[in-house]
């Protein structure tokens, strides 16, 4: 190929990409559809992103992908009626374009492949959700439910509840809102409404609700009605704790971003999303490496039988740690968080047996708190009932990744150059690195990475929506 003819490659990309764009926004914003690309959304996304999505497709088929095979298919979409829905257009594309040279048979291919997402149903009302904390995972709850926000969804951010109020309080929590030190620039408007006490974002207005204990508050008067209150402080974690929330007025329903105690069901989007009901009022949505690693265990067991198996997660320092070397009620953790590594305590490896009952009793865990701010990973020590070896270990876990009811949790790296920083804003709940995998007879050890606070955050959405009644197909099916 020559020079010249890499450039016009790429003005050609950039002219559909930009042309898909107000296509994408259409169909989420007329009809509640969701575009994604091998479950990378591509509502929202920049010129630039859309083309980054496209390539990345290598990594999941082994063959490129490009916007001039996806573009056919989106505006084929935006002229059928479909349901609110999640679509991949990543995977349709695929299929469609395996053995075709041409866009001939392309209405029935998709008449077939979206069946289910023709059946009429229209966009139900928006409910209402309310953030009572807003540290490191209520901000980023935030910043997804308003990347999220429009016609074509049904999660609407009402209020978030903080202590406080002193002076200068709200100017300063937009602020942590507006420029984060390791999630980078919010992407979009932020408006500070003093007198109300309230934030406006893109849009979106947000109540900032100042009270010292959930008794205080009645979101009713805010017109706040049957809310999901999304707890992300870990004061309570227990039913007796958590219920302060469902009787306050205007509150239906509490999500805990921490594992819960007790009877409380702790949930893993994509392994026990099921056992959630209706009648449901007070669900944990985990740990952030609980959510890394019951996915991956899952695959495993599925395939190969998981007998016992010991996980070490190398940890991201958190803000319950010190800066400085100072008192802790916590072993180690007194030591100053950005000098050391800290050897400490996981629940993780034990609580997921709360997802996978199957696991009980089969897994031991410690982990090692280390200096850089985000991104951990897993190194899962697995003996198996079924023999295996590394290059088949890894085309399972690769196929997991595409195809799986597990794709949404599970990404796969094989580079040979990725380090922690290069995963953060990750949207998966684990990244297996192929590249580091081992695995000689019933033995297996692998790595995983994730982003414990922006790949947690979203499966703590998809929580949400799933507690709510709103979660949405994604097509095809899996």
Same mark, same amino acid.
């Given at each position: 190929?020559? *020079?010249?003819?890499?450039?016009?490659?790429?003005?050609?990309?950039?002219?559909?990409?930009?042309?898909?764009?107000?296509?994408?926004?259409? +169909?989420?914003?007329?009809?509640?559809?969701?575009?994604?690309?091998?479950?990378?959304?591509?509502?929202?996304?920049?010129?630039?992103?859309?083309?980054?999505?496209?390539?990345?497709?290598?990594?999941?088929?082994?063959?490129?992908?490009?916007?001039?095979?996806?573009?056919?298919?989106?505006?084929?979409?935006?002229?059928?009626?479909?349901? *609110?829905?999640?679509?991949?257009?990543?995977?349709?594309?695929?299929?469609?374009?395996?053995?075709?040279?041409?866009?001939?048979?392309?209405?029935?291919?998709?008449?077939? =492949?979206?069946?289910?997402? +023709?059946?009429?149903?229209?966009?139900?009302?928006?409910?209402?959700?309310?953030?009572?904390?807003?540290?490191?995972?209520?901000?980023?709850?935030?910043?997804?439910?308003?990347?999220?926000?429009?016609?074509?969804?049904?999660?609407?951010?009402?209020?978030?509840?903080?202590?406080?109020?002193?002076?200068?309080?709200?100017?300063?929590?937009?602020?942590?809102?507006?420029?984060?030190?390791?999630?980078?620039?919010?992407?979009?408007?932020?408006?500070?409404?003093?007198?109300?006490?309230?934030?406006?974002?893109?849009?979106?207005?947000?109540?900032?609700?100042?009270?010292?204990?959930?008794?205080?508050?009645?979101?009713?008067t805010y017109g706040i009605k049957n809310? +999901?209150?999304?707890? #992300?402080?870990?004061?309570?974690?227990?039913?007796?704790?958590?219920?302060?929330?469902?009787?306050?007025?205007?509150?239906?329903?509490?999500?805990?971003?921490? *594992?819960?105690?007790?009877?409380?069901? $702790?949930?893993?989007?994509?392994?026990?999303?099921?056992?959630?009901?209706?009648?449901?009022?007070?669900?944990?949505?985990?740990?952030?490496?609980?959510?890394?690693?019951?996915?991956?265990?899952?695959? /495993?067991?599925?395939?190969?039988?998981?007998?016992?198996?010991?996980?070490?997660?190398?940890?991201?320092?958190?803000?319950?740690? $010190?800066?400085?070397?100072?008192?802790?009620?916590?072993?180690?953790?007194?030591?100053?968080?950005?000098?050391?590594?800290?050897?400490?305590?996981?629940?993780?490896?034990?609580?997921?047996?709360?997802?996978?009952?199957?696991?009980?009793?089969?897994?031991?865990?410690?982990?090692?708190?280390?200096?850089?701010?985000?991104?951990? /990973?897993?190194?899962? $020590?697995? #003996?198996?009932?079924?023999?295996?070896?590394?290059?088949?270990?890894?085309?399972?876990?690769?196929?997991?990744?595409?195809t799986s009811s597990l794709s949404a949790?599970?990404?796969?790296?094989?580079?040979?150059?990725?380090?922690?920083?290069?995963?953060?804003?990750?949207?998966?709940?684990?990244?297996?690195?192929?590249? =580091?995998?081992?695995?000689?007879?019933?033995?297996?050890?692998?790595?995983?990475?994730?982003?414990?606070?922006?790949?947690?955050?979203?499966?703590?959405?998809?929580?949400?929506?799933?507690?709510?009644g709103v979660r949405y197909k994604t097509?095809?099916?899996?």
């Amino acid at each position: 190929m020559s *020079p010249e003819k890499h450039l016009q490659d790429w003005q050609t990309s950039q002219t559909i990409a930009e042309s898909i764009s107000p296509v994408l926004g259409q +169909l989420y914003r007329q009809k509640g559809v969701e575009v994604i690309l091998f479950g990378k959304t591509l509502v929202n996304a920049t010129t630039i992103d859309i083309i980054k999505a496209h390539r990345i497709a290598r990594r999941y088929t082994g063959s490129s992908l490009t916007p001039e095979q996806t573009m056919p298919i989106i505006q084929h979409l935006a002229a059928m009626e479909l349901s *609110p829905s999640r679509i991949d257009v990543g995977r349709l594309a695929h299929e469609f374009w395996k053995d075709r040279e041409d866009t001939a048979g392309l209405d029935d291919f998709l008449q077939t =492949a979206l069946l289910g997402a +023709l059946n009429g149903e229209v966009m139900s009302e928006p409910r209402d959700v309310v953030l009572y904390g807003f540290g490191r995972i209520g901000r980023l709850l935030t910043r997804l439910l308003i990347e999220k926000s429009g016609p074509g969804y049904p999660l609407r951010l009402r209020a978030i509840v903080v202590r406080g109020g002193k002076k200068g309080d709200l100017e300063k929590r937009a602020s942590l809102l507006r420029r984060d030190s390791v999630h980078g620039q919010f992407n979009g408007s932020i408006v500070v409404d003093e007198e109300r006490k309230a934030i406006i974002v893109n849009g979106n207005y947000i109540q900032v609700i100042y009270a010292n204990k959930p008794e205080d508050i009645d979101y009713t008067t805010y017109g706040i009605k049957n809310a +999901l209150v999304v707890d #992300n402080t870990g004061v309570w974690r227990d039913a007796e704790g958590l219920g302060q929330h469902v009787a306050c007025n205007g509150a239906e329903k509490v999500l805990l971003t921490a *594992p819960g105690k007790g009877e409380i069901k $702790n949930i893993v989007f994509g392994v026990n999303e099921d056992v959630i009901l209706p009648e449901d009022t007070i669900i944990s949505a985990a740990s952030c490496t609980t959510n890394a690693i019951t996915p991956v265990l899952k695959a /495993m067991h599925d395939k190969y039988g998981v007998l016992s198996g010991h996980i070490e997660t190398v940890h991201s320092f958190t803000n319950d740690q $010190n800066l400085i070397d100072n008192f802790h009620s916590g072993d180690r953790r007194g030591r100053a968080a950005s000098l050391n590594m800290v050897l400490t305590s996981t629940g993780a490896a034990s609580a997921v047996a709360k997802a996978m009952p199957e696991m009980a009793g089969k897994l031991t865990g410690n982990a090692i708190r280390v200096p850089t701010p985000n991104v951990s /990973m897993a190194v899962a $020590n697995l #003996n198996l009932e079924k023999g295996t070896d590394k290059e088949e270990l890894n085309a399972y876990l690769r196929e997991m990744a595409l195809t799986s009811s597990l794709s949404a949790q599970i990404d796969y790296t094989d580079s040979t150059e990725i380090v922690s920083s290069d995963l953060v804003g990750s949207r998966h709940a684990g990244v297996v690195d192929g590249v =580091a995998t081992i695995a000689q007879d019933n033995r297996a050890v692998l790595y995983i990475w994730y982003d414990n606070e922006f790949g947690y955050s979203c499966q703590v959405v998809h929580c949400m929506e799933q507690m709510m009644g709103v979660r949405y197909k994604t097509y095809p099916a899996v």
